[in-house]
């Protein structure tokens, strides 16, 4: 079964997560951003979800997580707990 290791910053808005992104392109670090901004309790950690498997979390963020290239910042990606940038850092098959 098809495994990874990914980190997210969680907010509640489309703008904000936007603004984010905008930042973390232009150099801005991700884990200081996640502890800063998100609204997960995983931003204390710097976002990081540690590794899960495949159905393990909800099928928007799966679907990102499994199939995008590794170490690039994904999002906005919408689920019932708001918006979120995803960063696959590995995955195993």
């Known amino acids: ?5 990914a980190r997210h910053i969680l907010v509640a808005t489309d703008k ?3 603004e984010l992104k905008k930042k973390i392109e232009n150099g801005g670090d991700f884990a200081k951003l996640a502890k800063k ?3 997960c309790p995983s931003g204390d950690q710097g976002g990081f979800l540690g590794e899960f498997s495949e159905g393990e979390m ?3 963020f ?3 997580v499994f199939s995008a290239e590794i170490g690039t910042v994904q ?6 707990f708001g918006y979120h940038l995803l960063e696959v ?3 195993s098959e």
């Open 1 to 5: 079964m098809a495994k990874a290791k």
């Open 16 to 18: 904000e997560c936007k």
């Open 37 to 39: 901004h998100s609204k």
């Open 58 to 60: 909800v099928p928007e």
């Open 62 to 64: 799966d679907k990102v």
């Open 75 to 80: 999002g906005p990606v919408k689920t019932d």
């Open 89 to 91: 850092i590995s995955r």
